[in-house]
């Protein structure tokens, strides 16, 4: 017992709810992110088999299908199953309904497997309807999130964040359909009767094309990217890191000011960012240098949290997520470059934009999340099949799931292969980009097999008898 | 008169293992305090941070271990957050195991 707790001193903590309440049981978010590394598997292969999709300018059809696998394929699905599982653990509530998440599940599967077919085959029409039904799933994640956000006990910064995400993801769809819209050609529509009510509909996407006809295809395609990029991934990294960062180094927030203050600037830069993108306006700097100087905010925090803390060795998981904050350097200079007024489209500006992209997504979202997954499906795992076996016998920890020499290899290739293909990129060598990628689908691979590693202890669970001399026969509580 | 020491409680609930930081709820110093009436056993004990997810099963299997064990008819566990988990509260054999120093 802890001799410097005085035990007639402590105060009951509210009573704990039964195993399991506050979260949805562990198959929902694992369907989400099973799906994300099958879509992760297979963008990466796409990029092998096709490295010019990276080694020449992005605006075309393919470039926008895979990109849109690993965006709502991959990080999206990650992230959305990550959700389910961490905002009420993290925010202590619980999910307001497990029924509307499964059901967002399966339109979120519908919806991006259309959508990146119809991009790739450049059927503007069914990318519009598949998006529609994404569309629906993501209303019903916010609703879902939203109504469990208003559970909250206690507003924190990252509550605030994970707000700002919802609002920013629902702009995306919103902005994203819109495009799509703006791309259909509404000429078979012509003659439809009024009295059959889809002309009010027609003639609502009319006026949506319209209104996206006065901005340039491209930049409203960079600001639809950075809504998504910034607004909901980095966001969530941010909001969600202050949270989990302190839980799993044993530390604490050294600031919360100086968290507010990221999390306020980042929004300020985003909103600037998004306005001037679209309309390619001079002050696209300016608010570039808002949202470089809200991540440098956060990384002096982070950088504080990390030297308060208790536990001195780092994980591979912590490393990998680390890895994804030390490479918003390079992409904050990427974008600051990018930015610069009066910068020329040529072959090689082009071809920076691909590394930027790449560089964020593959490289600071992707690093994150796989850090972060490192954590969360060994928890799903053992809550699943140990939590009920816990002083009953002897379970296996978090790391024993999972073979930490696989993931310091992946790791490793997975690094080599992001510097690789964005060099590659740069350079629009179609072969460095294949090597690279290959890397990177090598890493994915030792992803891959640790999760499967995992999920076996799902069906083949390894408890061990205690060595204690408790009752032969266990009693029922 | 109660046949089970104080001593025998925290072996057992030393089998209780935090399966994040992987070390044992003794040693982490989560263990505020154990009482023990016949062959009843209250323990209070506390989680290295609120918001933990481990919340409930770590309380469930501090239960389920003690009431596993010789002497024991019902076991009752509560989590309080006050005073507050800290490092400092662990054992030497808990700070090898989890690496935990700087305090």
């Not at chain 1, 919360?256 to 001079?282: D, Q, W």
């Not at chain 1, 809550?383 to 379970?395: D, P």
């Not at chain 2, 409930?56 to 309080?80: K, Y």
Request: proline fraction near 5%.
């Amino acid at each position: 017992m802890s001799a410097a707790v005085n035990p007639s001193k402590v105060k009951p903590a509210p009573a704990a709810l039964p195993l399991g309440v506050n979260t949805p049981s562990v198959t929902l978010p694992l369907a989400f992110m099973v799906t994300g590394l099958l879509a992760l598997g297979a963008g990466m292969g796409w990029l092998v088999l096709q490295p010019r999709l990276l080694a020449t300018y992005h605006y075309n059809q393919y470039v926008i299908a895979v990109t849109h696998l690993f965006v709502l394929g991959w990080i999206c699905s990650v992230v959305m199953g990550a959700m389910y599982q961490l905002v009420p653990v993290a925010l202590e509530t619980k999910l307001y309904s497990e029924r509307l998440a499964r059901w967002q599940f399966a339109f979120h599967l519908v919806g991006f497997i259309g959508m990146v077919w119809m991009f790739r085959v450049w059927n503007m029409k069914q990318v519009g309807h598949f998006g529609s039904v994404l569309a629906l799933g993501v209303g019903l994640f916010v609703y879902n999130m939203a109504r469990t956000l208003r559970r909250v006990p206690k507003w924190n910064v990252t509550a605030v964040a994970v707000a700002a995400a919802l609002f920013w993801s629902s702009f995306t769809v919103t902005a994203g359909l819109s495009i799509a819209i703006a791309k259909c050609s509404y000429d078979s529509t012509e003659g439809l009767a009024a009295a059959q009510g889809v002309r009010t509909l027609v003639d609502g996407l009319r006026s949506i094309a319209g209104f996206m006809s006065r901005f340039d295809a491209i930049g409203a395609m960079h600001a639809h990217a950075h809504l998504g990029g910034v607004g909901f991934f980095t966001m969530l990294i941010v909001g969600v890191s202050y949270k989990l960062i302190p839980m799993f180094t044993l530390s604490e927030i050294q600031s919360k000011r100086r968290a507010a203050g990221s999390i306020i600037l980042l929004n300020v830069g985003l909103t600037g960012s998004f306005a001037t993108i679209l309309l390619r306006s001079p002050w696209k700097l300016a608010f570039a240098l808002v949202g470089v100087g809200a991540l440098a905010i956060y990384g002096w925090e982070l950088a504080a949290i990390l030297r308060a803390r208790k536990r001195q060795t780092l994980d591979w998981g912590i490393t990998y997520f680390l890895t994804a904050v030390v490479l918003l350097f390079p992409l904050s200079g990427l974008a600051v470059a990018l930015s610069w007024p009066g910068l020329p489209l040529n072959l090689f500006t082009g071809q920076l934009e691909n590394v930027y992209g790449f560089l964020g997504l593959i490289g600071v979202v992707s690093f994150a999340i796989i850090g972060m997954l490192y954590k969360i499906i060994p928890f799903l795992v053992w809550f699943g099949r140990y939590s009920r076996q816990i002083g009953r016998a002897q379970v296996p920890s978090l790391a024993d799931l999972y073979s930490a020499r696989l993931q310091a290899a992946g790791y490793w290739t997975f690094l080599a292969g992001l510097a690789a293909a964005c060099g590659a990129a740069g350079l629009s060598s179609e072969m460095g980009v294949r090597i690279g990628c290959g890397l990177v689908s090598l890493g994915v691979a030792t992803l891959a097999l640790n999760v499967g590693t995992m999920l076996t202890h799902l069906f083949r669970p390894k408890p061990r008898p205690l060595s204690l001399q408790t009752s032969p026969v266990p009693k029922p509580v | 008169m109660s046949t089970v020491t104080e001593a025998a409680i925290l072996e057992t609930l030393r089998q209780v293992i935090d399966p994040e930081l992987g070390c044992n709820i003794v040693d982490l110093g989560l263990i505020y305090g154990v009482t023990v009436t016949g062959a009843k056993v209250a323990v209070v004990m506390t989680l290295t941070t609120p918001g933990c997810p481990m919340h409930e099963s770590l309380r469930w299997g501090a239960q389920q271990a003690l009431v596993n064990l010789e002497g024991v008819d019902a076991a009752e566990v509560e989590v309080v957050w006050d005073p507050p988990w800290h490092p400092s509260l662990m054992t030497e054999a808990g700070r090898a195991a989890t690496g935990v120093g700087g305090f």
